[in-house]
């Protein structure tokens, strides 16, 4: 991965942390059950992206939050 892409992945944190944990705390209603699933979500999406299976948007880094959630309450 080289810089222009870490700092694509940096710049789509931060624009997408507020949306994806706010999210997921107001469905889960738990700070930590949030937090890890924040945290599984942007794990994810690194992963993704070297992968290069990524499209970097809020909006898909949000379709993560979604599965991953759905996961938890599996």
């Given at each position: 991965m080289d810089?222009?892409?870490q700092e694509s992945l940096l710049a789509l944190?931060?624009?997408a942390l507020p949306t994806v944990y706010g999210y997921l705390?107001?469905?889960c209603g738990s700070v930590g059950v949030a937090e890890d699933l924040t945290s599984e979500t942007f794990l994810a999406t690194v992963?993704?992206?070297?992968?290069?299976r990524a499209s970097l948007s809020v909006p898909w880094v949000m379709g993560i939050a979604r599965h991953k959630l759905v996961d938890h309450w599996r």
């Open positions: 810089t222009a892409e944190y931060d624009d705390l107001s469905r992963s993704a992206a070297r992968a290069g």
